[in-house]
């Protein structure tokens, strides 16, 4: 069944199309969140304690940086304690950031504490074209000095000052990586065009609680003036709104129903009423929602946007349920020109979609049919486990670890719904 693979032992999900999915799920911290509040952590000497932290690879391996860096990590259930020497290291390993893009976001702490960093090239998931350009232009206009290497990247700096830096893009990572440079610079610092994430504002909340002045978080235009030490905090990590759309797309691409608890329904506004444009019912309350879906569903186009836009994040997923929507439907990626890599597996399973550029044109319904498919990346990879759970017969879709990226035990969750997934490790063959 996985011919197409070369001789290697690989993680597998095995599923089993099957009925609708009911019952209750709690969704965990936000992985784009947490991530980055182990970075802050770094500011502060000390022991700052993070509460709801999802227990995914990719903290396993944010942890590690953090523990190479000179910190001392522990969790005990879904709190980790980071213990800050007052002494941090300054250059990150390749091994672990090769594996990790967000680990770029040591950047801003390390220059602040230390006033230089080298940081390995970041990694994580293809997605085409996502150059750090912008985390390095808007620290240069702060004063670092930044030295381009082979395979890694430097910045020096004596003391960072405060500037007024306009993003031409609404980048996360580059809001996220100016505020922790930010927050004990020289002077007062503005960014303009700010991304407007939810997780931007968790971090600075987290800042602020260790003592940093930042207004504006959450919206375009941030302030952040400098002050002179942090202290560490206690914090507790926002849910996942992007684990909370997965669950409610099984919901629903299952004609299921399905309580998804952990997170604030007002950050996945746009993807809620897609959702009701499917033909899904949502039902919201406080910290959380209910969709079910038992008629028919319907066609729709969507278009990804930086938010409070359609989350790229949620995109494999809406692709695999439009494929079981009556009619003719349009999905436009804006933000990353990698995201259709799921199309073809898709497609191996029996839907019918075509790329267009920035354009899939999804037709269906389509009967999908269990096939070995491939999880190009994280996001995909949670799609096409939930492709399964439609699909006729049985689908094995390789290269898991891509999913424990960013789910905390994807098959246990999805069983306790009431679908056949389960892990194995199995030998692909070359033919």
Not at 318 to 324: D, I, K, R
Request: proline content about 4%; overall charge negative.
């Amino acid at each position: 069944m996985a011919e197409r693979y070369p001789a290697a032992h690989m993680n597998a999900f095995v599923i089993r199309g099957g009925g609708p999915l009911r019952g209750e799920v709690r969704v965990g911290g936000a992985k784009n969140s947490a991530l980055k509040l182990l970075a802050a952590a770094l500011l502060a000497p000390g022991r700052t304690v993070l509460r709801n932290v999802p227990d995914i690879a990719d903290i396993t391996t944010m942890t590690a940086v953090v523990e190479h860096l000179g910190c001392r990590v522990w969790r005990d259930g879904d709190r980790l304690t980071v213990e800050v020497p007052e002494e941090v290291g300054d250059e990150t390993p390749a091994h672990l950031v090769g594996r990790l893009r967000a680990s770029i976001i040591v950047l801003g702490p390390l220059l602040a504490r230390r006033g230089r960093v080298r940081v390995a090239t970041p990694g994580g998931c293809n997605l085409g074209n996502r150059a750090i350009d912008l985390h390095l232009s808007g620290l240069a206009q702060m004063g670092a000095e930044i030295i381009y290497g082979a395979d890694h990247v430097e910045a020096r700096v004596e003391r960072l000052a405060g500037a007024d830096i306009d993003l031409p893009f609404a980048s996360v990572g580059a809001t996220e990586n100016i505020l922790l440079a930010a927050v004990t610079a020289e002077g007062t610092t503005t960014v303009g065009n700010a991304a407007r994430e939810p997780e931007i504002a968790d971090l600075a909340a987290l800042l602020s609680a260790m003592g940093a002045d930042i207004h504006g978080a959450g919206t375009s235009e941030i302030t952040v003036r400098g002050v002179g030490r942090l202290s560490p905090a206690h914090h507790t990590v926002l849910g996942d709104r992007i684990e909370a759309g997965t669950y409610a797309v099984a919901a629903a691409v299952t004609r299921g129903s399905v309580a998804v608890d952990g997170f604030d329904p007002a950050h996945l506004r746009l993807v809620l009423a897609k959702l009701r444009v499917v033909g899904a019912r949502v039902d919201e309350r406080p910290g959380g929602v209910t969709v079910s879906a038992e008629d028919g569903l319907r066609s729709a186009d969507i278009v990804t946007l930086p938010y409070p836009g359609f989350p790229t994040d949620l995109q494999p997923q809406f692709l695999l349920l439009l494929t079981q929507a009556a009619g003719t439907s349009m999905l436009t990626e804006n933000v990353f020109d990698g995201r259709f890599s799921i199309v073809d597996e898709l497609v191996r399973l029996g839907a019918d979609i075509a790329v267009e550029g920035h354009h899939a044109v999804v037709r269906g319904p389509r009967t999908l049919r269990g096939a070995s498919v491939r999880a190009p990346d994280l996001r995909a990879g949670a799609a096409l486990v939930l492709a399964g759970l439609v699909a006729e017969g049985e689908t094995v879709v390789t290269d898991a670890a891509h999913v424990d990226r960013g789910y905390a035990d994807i098959a246990a969750r999805l069983r306790a719904l009431g679908g056949d997934v389960r892990r194995i490790d199995v030998v692909a063959t070359a033919v």
